[in-house]
């Protein structure tokens, strides 16, 4: 699977976006871009995820540029419980419909501020 | 979303015992699961995949024979901790895909084994 790169930490100020980017610039056709988080001591959690078209869901929208080169997670209004260490991952589809395992990266660590 | 719960959240333990911590997919079934383990300010490490009604497949450089995976059953796969030391004192962690559903995956809360 590609790897990703992204900053070690971002502030945010509270009811303001947060932009979260990722380079995965050795991305395959075939890749998917996830994105989760992980507030502290707890499990990850799943956020959204896209293969090449901007996403939008509930919880946040994903940017993927053309070239796919790079991905943008952005969090439209951010609340001091978005406070967690955000983690950009892309993983391959496996035939048959199969589940490919997730490898974690650093990760960036979003601090929103009041 | 899917609902994955992990038993116990919590566990101390004495040097030299084993430990068992359970990882069930509430609302759905999951032929495949994953655990990871995570230390302090340190990412997810991926420890093995687990498959329903086979063997688990390790990760380099983690032991299969200390770390005893059994997925008996569609909806709960089993870590067991075998002869723990206070290194693997850790944040273990689950996850599992919903069988035929999306690509994501969900993961359960964690388990935090301290071993004395």
């Known amino acids: 699977d590609a790897k990703t790169t992204q900053p070690t930490s971002m502030d945010c100020a509270e009811g303001r976006a947060a932009n979260l980017p990722c380079n995965h610039s050795t991305i395959s056709g075939n890749e998917y871009v996830y994105w989760y988080r992980q507030i502290h001591s707890q499990g990850p959690q799943y956020i959204i995820h896209g293969l090449k078209n901007n996403e939008t869901n509930e919880m946040a929208s994903l940017i993927i540029t053309e070239d796919r080169k790079s991905s943008t997670l952005i969090l439209p209004h951010a609340t001091l419980r978005d406070t967690a260490v955000y983690y950009c991952?892309?993983?391959?589809?496996?035939?048959?419909?199969?589940?490919?395992?997730?490898?974690f990266g650093t990760g960036t660590l979003l601090a929103v501020q009041p | 979303g899917a609902v994955v719960s992990q038993h116990p959240s919590r566990v101390i333990c004495k040097s030299g015992t084993s430990v068992k911590i359970e990882c069930r997919s509430l609302?759905?079934?999951?032929?495949?699961m994953f655990w990871y383990r995570q230390f302090p300010k340190k990412s997810l490490m991926l420890m093995a995949t687990s498959n329903e009604g086979s063997k688990a497949t390790y990760e380099q450089g983690v032991e299969k024979d200390k770390f005893l995976i059994n997925h008996a059953s569609l909806t709960l796969s089993t870590l067991t901790v075998t002869s723990a030391h206070p290194e693997d004192s850790s944040f273990y962690i689950c996850?599992?895909?919903?069988?035929?559903?999306?690509?994501?995956?969900?993961f359960g809360p964690g388990t935090r084994l301290t071993v004395t």
């Open positions: 991952i892309v993983r391959a589809p496996l035939p048959g419909g199969a589940t490919n395992k997730l490898i």
């Open positions: 996850s599992a895909r919903e069988w035929g559903g999306p690509y994501e995956q969900y």
């Open positions: 609302d759905f079934q999951a032929t495949t």
